[in-house]
């Protein structure tokens, strides 16, 4: 398994839950009943080790099976750590 190209492409994945959490960041800033601060820091963590992995890994991706299998896990893993972040921070 080519560990770096799964980091890379995990990252990716990072990147778009990042980005998926900043609507709710819009709307609890609109309506300001919600606690704005986890949306916050649940949307910008996300995206800010998102670029860091993209910048330090490698831009070629050459996938393999295994590779695919580390993507899956590792992906879902992140994908629901970081998607529980607003949840873990509101208390």
């Known amino acids: 398994m080519h560990a770096?190209?799964?980091i890379?492409?995990?990252?990716?994945?990072i990147l778009a839950v990042g980005v998926a959490m900043i609507p709710s960041t819009i709307l609890a800033?609109?309506?300001g009943t919600a606690d704005f601060v986890p949306f916050l820091v649940s949307s910008l963590l996300p995206i800010?080790?998102?670029?860091?992995?993209?910048l330090t890994t490698p831009g070629r991706i050459d996938l393999a099976a295994r590779d695919g299998?580390?993507?899956?896990t590792f992906g879902w893993l992140a994908a629901a750590?970081?998607?529980s972040l607003p949840y873990a921070l509101s208390g």
Not at 8 to 13: A, D, F, Q
Not at 48 to 54: D, G, K, R, S, Y
Not at 69 to 72: K, T, W
């Open 8 to 13: 890379r492409v995990v990252g990716v994945i």
């Open 81 to 83: 750590l970081l998607g």
């Open 48 to 54: 800010v080790i998102a670029t860091i992995v993209l």
């Open 29 to 31: 800033a609109i309506d």
């Open 69 to 72: 299998f580390g993507i899956v």
């Open 4 to 6: 770096r190209v799964v």
